[in-house]
């Protein structure tokens, strides 16, 4: 089961320099990889997580 994006590049965020962790669509390593949790409904910045969620703190918004 993975838990962690651990092999994850400067390019699959916004700005990781800067502190800005939110996932570019290019972070297909992260993007749907995740296991559903009850326990975990919302990402970071309160979005519902997806039915496949994204690794990490932020689901990337899809809409964008």
């Not at 390019?11 to 290019?26: I, R, S």
């Amino acid at each position: 089961q993975v838990t962690n994006f651990t092999s994850a590049k400067r390019e699959c965020f916004v700005d990781a320099p800067k502190g800005n962790l939110h996932l570019v669509p290019e972070a297909g390593g992260a993007i749907d990889a995740g296991t559903a949790s009850e326990a975990v409904r919302e990402d970071y910045d309160g979005v519902k997580r997806a039915q496949k969620p994204d690794l990490g703190a932020d689901e990337l918004d899809k809409k964008k």
